[in-house]
């Protein structure tokens, strides 16, 4: 199954997505021919307080005012999409809905589901993004790219070199079928196992990982690296740069506990801070 339908979150407060994100998801869609669908929201902002506190504070007026930023940042953001996509001759539709934050990533997580896959700029500072991100790829049902919104490097975001982190896992699994539209664009393909994390049969895993990409007709280049005393999450990133990745497939581990997500470290480490694009499934 090739990405023919991909959905982009674009963040409207209390700041925008950044314009170097949209272009780089908008350049995305168009290396592989899909269209592309902004979602933003306008965000409510309830009125709080006591009647003693809107007197001292003018709780109406800030309200207004934070309402007002966020319409003015959609009305920006969608300009900048449409313009991207314009330009860059990629078949798009946009859509803006009205909510609290707190009912924003579920919202996301819905639409998600009925797309090929969901485009989440992160940032560090952004901690909503975090969220949205945990919430889509551990809800939704379908893969999702989370990428830096300050890009890493210059250019469009390019697929040319792509890297699978394998530990023979269901959610590895997962999120190699996922990436097989990926994979087989890609020019280099390379696979690490980080050995000494759990016990598993890594030449084994390696060589059936390479045996069913080569179905495909992709060639895999696997390699196992040891762990060497640091997080597996800084492991796979050590693995990324060195390999000069474009993009990193990985499968996501973790529950949901109610409202929140307990993630694995790994994850958790990617997510909250991504080094480049991450395709990651559960």
Known sequence: MAFKD???QLRSY?????PAAIEQAVGFAAMVGATLSALTFRIEIPNAGSTLVNLMLDIPEIVASERQKSETNVRTLVDLFESAAR???VTHRQSVESCTTSELAAI???RARSHDVTMIPVSKEAGLQQYIAEYVIFGSGRPTIIFPETPKRAGPLSVDVVGIAWDFSRPAARAVADALPILRRARTVHAV???QEKTIDTARSGAELARHLACHGIDTLF???AVGGRSIGQAIEDFALARNLDLLVMGAFGHSRARDFILGGATKAIVADPPLPVLLSH
């Open 223 to 225: 390699e196992a690296e």
């Open 87 to 89: 330009r860059q001759n």
């Open 108 to 110: 996301v997580a819905e």
């Open 6 to 8: 991909i959905l982009l």
């Open 193 to 195: 196992t980080i050995a």
């Open 14 to 18: 209390p700041d925008p997505t950044s």
